[in-house]
């Protein structure tokens, strides 16, 4: 007890004191979850609208697909995605393995799906009557998908939040792909993992806090969007 009491304390001390090392995983986990779940809403809303609007052969086989990707193991996309980024692989002269982008990438490949599904969900649960109106208005069809869209826009941002809080956790991409190289590929789940395999429990344990810090705002901000 004494050694958890001990190593909470030198925990908390590292964080009030705004130590590099915590604070450089820190910034490296925000920005490329920040880039990858924008990158991921980019493609990830419109298909989402597309699927959940769109009356077309095959729309039952893209919701199952998008089911399955959202349950997509992390290790299995670093694998894939390892395999591409590597010298011997088609996008090895690129030179992006254990770079920042090639962990967005990862990222950005389990954020989508998580933000077409509930972009789907907002669409799908909203008034048909919002869509018809603008049409009768003389909205084109993608301006009406458009007022759509903002019209369940909290739901909108609920798909961003959650696929936020999936990456910014998640560790066999980063890992896998970023290498975890200190200070350019390090976020705080791999180095949690590194620090604590090698006996520094307290420095795992103020990125765990602040992880948790991270995690808990997601989900209160997500909360409150689902009440809205």
Same mark, same amino acid.
């Given at each position: 007890m004494d050694y958890l009491l001990a190593s909470l304390g030198t925990a908390l001390s590292m964080i009030i004191q705004l130590d590099p090392e915590v604070l450089s995983a820190v910034w490296v986990s925000l920005y490329t979850s920040l880039a990858a779940i924008l990158l991921a809403a980019v493609v990830g809303i419109p298909a989402g609208a597309v699927i959940g609007l769109g009356r077309f052969p095959g729309r039952r086989l893209s919701m199952t697909l998008l089911n399955t990707l959202m349950a997509l193991p992390t290790v299995v996309v670093g694998l894939v995605l390892f395999?591409?980024?590597? #010298? /011997?692989? %088609?996008?090895? %002269?690129? =030179?992006?393995?254990? !770079?920042p982008w090639?962990?967005?990438? =990862? /990222? &950005?490949v389990l954020a !989508? %799906?998580?933000?077409a599904n509930y972009t789907v969900a907002a669409v799908t649960g909203a008034d048909p009557r919002i869509l018809h109106t603008a049409l009768t208005l003389g909205a084109s069809r993608l301006r009406g998908a458009w007022q759509l869209l903002l019209e369940v826009r909290? =739901? &909108?941002?609920a798909a961003i939040v959650a696929g936020f809080g999936r990456v910014i956790a998640e560790v066999g991409v980063a890992m896998m792909?970023?290498?975890?190289? #200190? =200070?350019t590929t390090r976020t705080m789940t791999t180095a949690i993992a590194l620090e604590t395999s090698k006996g520094e429990f307290a420095f795992g344990l103020a990125l765990g806090i602040v992880l948790m810090a991270v995690a808990l705002i997601v989900n209160l901000f997500l909360h409150l969007l689902q009440q809205r």
């Open positions: 395999g591409l980024f590597s #010298r /011997q692989g %088609p996008l090895g %002269p690129l =030179g992006l393995l254990f !770079t090639a962990m967005i990438a =990862g /990222q &950005v !989508t %799906p998580i933000v909290f =739901g &909108v941002m792909l970023g290498g975890n190289i #200190r =200070g």
